[in-house]
Antibody, heavy 121, light 108 residues
Framework: QITLKESGPMLVKPTQTLTLTCTFS??????????VGWIRQPPGKALEWLAL???????RYSPSLKNRITTTTDTSKNQVVLRMTNMDPVDTATYYC?????????????WGQGILVTVSS | EIVMTQSPATLSMSPGERATLSCRAS??????LVWYQQKPGQAPRLLIY???TRATGIPDRFSGSGSGTEFTLTISSLQSEDFAVYYC??????????FGGGTKVEIK
């Protein structure tokens, strides 16, 4: 059974760096073709893709955010970490991590519950 | 970047009715298109991928069609649990993966 859960601060100040952790079970990022995505959703708005992290570290990032985003993985802990620098109130959103369905399938079949991050001074 | 446009923004329907939701891509994505359902306070749920393949456990009242730039999600007979927001997402030309703005299916 695949599960994912996001953790991290629910409130960050403008200009700070956001660090979110996705802890998952039911699969391993050391397995070929596995991927984990990050997606966010501002309150009342649509979904926005941020990043897709692959088993082989051949990661993909949103072009509009790639200068602000870094990701790391800890396969022993089954975790993926997202860091986003220079946070702004417009970055207020629910942040989700999700499991990629499979090879050449960059969409998401299992999602975490999401974590609402508010950016405010 | 491929822009995904969904219409209508809101669909007011009665239970038992047939719902037709549209998604248009700004350029061809072949059949690399998925649909998600999202209920309030919940994460999205994968419904359809490859434009027309139902994901595991999805009832057959949900069907997807289309290719290129025009796609449709049809719910043949709306059940109470189907009232939600529906998003399309393309993976034909990425990064970035892009989502539509969503269609809310509400009870009439």
């Amino acid at each position: 059974q695949i599960t994912l859960k996001e953790s991290g601060p629910m409130l960050v100040k403008p200009t700070q760096t956001l660090t979110l952790t996705c802890t998952f079970s039911g699969f391993s990022l050391s397995t070929t073709s596995v991927g984990v995505g990050w997606i966010r959703q501002p309150p009342g708005k649509a979904l926005e893709w941020l990043a897709l992290i692959y088993w082989n570290d051949d990661n993909r990032y949103s072009p509009s955010l790639k200068n602000r985003i870094t990701t790391t993985t800890d396969t022993s802990k089954n975790q993926v970490v997202l860091r986003m620098t220079n946070m702004d109130p417009v970055d207020t959103a629910t942040y989700y991590c999700a499991h990629r369905q499979g090879h050449n399938m960059p969409f998401f079949d299992y999602w975490g519950q999401g974590i609402l991050v508010t950016v405010s001074s | 970047e491929i822009v995904m446009t969904q219409s209508p923004a809101t669909l007011s329907m009665s239970p038992g009715e047939r719902a037709t939701l549209s998604c248009r891509a700004s350029q061809s994505v072949s059949t690399h298109l998925v649909w998600y359902q999202q209920k309030p306070g919940q994460a999205p749920r994968l419904l359809i991928y490859g434009a027309s393949t139902r994901a595991t456990g999805i009832p057959d009242r949900f069907s997807g069609s289309g290719s290129g730039t025009e796609f449709t999600l049809t719910i043949s007979s709306l059940q109470s649990e189907d009232f939600a927001v529906y998003y399309c997402q393309q993976y034909g030309n990425w990064p970035p993966l892009t989502f539509g703005g969503g269609t809310k299916v509400e009870i009439k």
